[in-house]
């Protein structure tokens, strides 16, 4: 039987991710936007996340550098909250411009000023003298990538594309070869060590068949992690980009939501207010089996010219 290499290439290529899960007539294309310019750490994502998916705790560790205590997305935590601390209040100059002195309003929830105080800053006891500091804090998540590596060197299937376009794990498929752990680029998915197997967030597949949001969206007090259809956020995502510009925050980016970037766009992409590095992300991720159709090109054109070398020296001999 001939192998149909264009169809492979296709398919990894694919820039539409329920349709090539095999879907006739798949639901709209679904993700998150997560706006880290309004996230307060709280996290609950984390949490509703872990108590949703009856995930096992895995320990509370400060690593000493900050405030975080789940340090990374991992095997049981399949939301983390990132700390990151700068000596720069919000709304200055970035590298090179040096420190301002002004902060930006980002919308952020306020508290009510006490009785006699004409601030929520004099309500708390401060002298609205800020310390040059900022916090950036990130809810990161599995990014659902329309060209998922993961799911492409999969060999049981257990990795599969849903109707929504997101790619889930299924536990009781996989065999813990932990091929889908070297080929994410973001360093999500993992194996556990009490079994073995591979797991990683679902988007909350089961909620989302029941009409649901997924539980970290519904638990996100500030709308930091909005969920939705995916075309949908990408356009409230840019006017998101261009209110912050506009109130003096120019670096703010969207991270994940470019469809002609190294993984085809993300099903979770993220608006950050510094360089993907700061926050611990790749900044220029690619799929790790974006040359598979080249690799099994050449691999077949060695084959044919050492199969047509082998029949030219038998043939040669007969002779």
């Not at 040096?98 to 000023?113: E, I």
């Amino acid at each position: 039987m001939a192998f149909d290499l264009s169809a492979l290439g296709s398919f990894l290529r694919s820039d539409d991710p329920p349709h090539a899960g095999g879907y006739e007539d798949p639901a709209p294309r679904v993700g998150f936007f997560t706006d880290t310019s309004v996230c307060i750490g709280c996290k609950a994502c984390e949490v509703a996340c872990k108590e949703w998916n009856a995930i096992p705790e895995d320990g509370l560790t400060f690593t000493g550098m900050s405030y975080d205590n789940s340090e990374h997305l991992g095997a049981s935590t399949w939301r983390h909250v990132a700390f990151i601390e700068q000596q720069r209040p919000m709304g200055a100059p970035s590298a090179g411009g040096g420190a301002g002195t002004t902060t930006v309003d980002l919308g952020m929830p306020t508290m009510p000023a006490a009785a006699g105080s004409s601030s929520a800053d004099e309500a708390l006891g401060g002298d609205g003298d800020r310390t040059g500091m900022r916090w950036l804090m990130a809810s990161d998540v599995c990014k659902h990538c329309t060209h998922a590596a993961c799911l492409d060197v999969c060999p049981t299937g257990a990795l599969f594309r849903t109707e929504f376009g997101t790619v889930v794990v299924q536990e009781d498929v996989c065999n813990g070869c932990g091929y889908c752990v070297s080929a994410c680029p973001y360093g999500v998915i993992e194996t556990r060590k009490d079994d073995g197997r591979a797991w990683k967030c679902t988007m909350c597949y089961d909620r989302l068949g029941a009409g649901q949001e997924p539980a970290c969206a519904k638990a996100c007090p500030t709308d930091s992690i909005q969920f939705g259809d995916l075309d949908e956020l990408r356009v409230r995502a840019q006017a998101r980009v261009e209110q912050l510009h506009e109130a003096g925050v120019p670096e703010a980016r969207l991270y994940g939501a470019d469809p002609n970037d190294g993984v085809g766009g993300d099903g979770a992409f993220f608006l950050l207010l510094d360089e993907p590095e700061v926050y611990g992300l790749p900044p220029d991720p690619v799929v790790t089996t974006r040359d598979l159709p080249v690799m099994w090109r050449n691999a077949a054109l060695a084959a044919g010219a050492l199969l047509t070398g082998l029949a030219a020296t038998f043939l040669g001999r007969k002779r």
